[in-house]
């Protein structure tokens, strides 16, 4: 398996004003790749639209750091417009630039959303193939392995579809961050408390906030990217992982040890010989003064270098 990480993870970077170039020679010198995924949206000023400049940097940064392009990250807003949802025809306009950008930079994979309607999985389908790209769809957090969405991709037979696998789907407690963040915001002590004696029940922890826009926000936001499955329960998926991410939220990576070495032995075990990329989400909970991204990320690929322990 290639390890590497994604610029999502060093999202603190862009914050103050790194240049793409900039980012991808820390990754470089901090020993985090070669397996690079990139958000584009992120990454790139009128994306998918890149001036040439920015196209040949990327390429100039790849051959000269010694990266490896593993996965783009795409995006369609199906609610762009206020008060309704893209049609399937808007929504596949959307899309289709961002896969031929993808193949035009050298990217293998496409990491798009999980839940396209089937007709447009069919055509997204269809411009993968033309392009010559995978187009993967993330599972992750609360995704159950027998969820429609899942079973329509792999009713789809295509060596041009998969699935991107996020180890969030087995997270043996909530990110400390998160209480961290709820603390910044205001919400008291036990209210706190009350967020983590609910655990993984929404319902219940979302009462314990109601009220409060922000913290409502982060608790649905986490929470939701929380999964209770084991490796086990995804067998019949595993063979359609065509990427993955290794998802941590906290500086301490105590808690994930044991479920990320057995999402690494699992894969391991189906065969898998794709990318897997740390992804650091506690920059969304945390300061900057908290964690160095960059640091963080190279003690977690120092995790998952280490022998797999069975699932």
Do not use: N
């Amino acid at each position: 398996m290639d390890l590497g990480t994604t610029t999502f993870s060093l999202t603190p970077l862009w914050r103050f004003g790194s240049s793409p170039v900039e980012v991808f020679e820390q990754i470089a010198r901090a020993g985090c790749g070669p397996a690079i995924e990139v958000i584009g949206h992120q990454t790139w000023r009128g994306f998918p639209g890149l001036d040439p400049a920015d196209e040949r940097d990327w390429h100039e940064a790849v051959d000269r750091l010694g990266l490896r392009p593993a996965a783009l990250g795409v995006y369609t807003d199906l609610y762009r417009h206020p008060g309704r949802a893209l049609t399937e025809d808007e929504a596949y306009d959307e899309l289709l630039p961002q896969l031929e950008t993808a193949a035009r930079l050298g990217f293998p994979v496409v990491r798009a959303t999980l839940g396209m309607t089937p007709g447009l999985l069919r055509r997204a389908v269809a411009a993968a193939e033309k392009h010559d790209v995978v187009l993967t769809l993330e599972i992750q957090g609360t995704t159950a392995p027998d969820a429609p969405a899942v079973l329509d991709v792999l009713r789809t037979e295509s060596a041009h579809l998969g699935f991107t696998l996020d180890f969030s789907l087995s997270t043996p407690e909530l990110p400390a961050s998160l209480g961290t963040a709820l603390l910044r915001l205001g919400l008291p002590g036990d209210a706190v408390d009350a967020v983590y004696r609910a655990r993984f029940r929404m319902g219940e922890a979302l009462g314990i906030v109601a009220g409060d826009p922000m913290a409502t926000m982060l608790v649905a936001g986490v929470l939701g990217r929380c999964g209770r499955t084991r490796p086990g329960d995804w067998a019949h998926v595993l063979p359609a992982v065509r990427h993955a991410h290794a998802k941590f939220w906290d500086p301490d990576l105590s808690s994930i040890e044991e479920p990320h070495r057995a999402w690494m032995s699992a894969l391991a075990a189906a065969g898998y010989d794709g990318a897997v990329v740390s992804e650091w989400g506690g920059h969304e909970l945390l300061d900057r003064a908290d964690a160095d991204p960059v640091e963080l990320t190279r003690a977690h690929l120092g995790l998952l270098r280490e022998p797999a322990v069975t699932a």
